[in-house]
């Protein structure tokens, strides 16, 4: 992360699934939008509370509006550089980014992407869950209907390379 970035937009309860042949399951966590990279966190430094209040105020926000261009307090710049300390959480650059699209499924609404990092091929597909289950393992059982097409074309406006 540069000094210069800027939050854009910030999904918390993201469900990540890669899309190769035989994957299974999925992780939960934030889809962040800056200025120059997306990047999905899955290990955070944020607060267990902190983390419900603001699923439930999405919950709400997602209910009445679909945009997914949204941002949440408590919860800055500061708090990502630390968070994207940790090798695990991904960060990609919009050049990265092979394909990016959305679809509209029975169950909700999911953003597809497809990048090359540390050159291998990866696609996965996120959604925003709504409700959980725990037991035996977790797993999102009600996704939310959310409109990604500003998501998507905030990138696509900011790629040098196009495909």
Do not use: C
Not at 50 to 73: E, G, N, P
Not at 95 to 114: A, M, Q, R
């Amino acid at each position: 992360m540069e000094s210069d970035e800027k939050i854009q937009a910030h999904v918390v309860s993201i469900w990540r699934e890669s899309k190769k042949f035989f994957s299974i399951g999925g992780r939960e966590g934030m889809l962040i939008l800056t200025n120059k990279h997306l990047m999905f966190v899955h290990k955070t430094e944020a607060k267990k509370k902190w983390w419900a209040a603001i699923r439930k105020r999405q919950t709400v926000h997602f209910l009445k509006s679909k945009d997914t261009m949204i941002t949440h307090d408590g919860y800055y710049e500061e708090n990502l550089k630390i968070d994207m300390e940790n090798e695990k959480n991904v960060e990609l650059r919009f050049d990265d980014i092979l394909n990016i699209s959305h679809e509209e499924k029975v169950w909700g609404s999911v953003l597809l992407i497809e990048y090359e990092k540390n050159g291998k091929l990866e696609k996965h597909q996120y959604g925003i869950a709504q409700d959980w289950v725990k037991y035996p393992a977790k797993e999102p059982t009600k996704y939310m209907r959310a409109d990604w097409e500003p998501f998507v074309k905030y990138i696509k406006d900011r790629q040098k390379i196009t495909r």
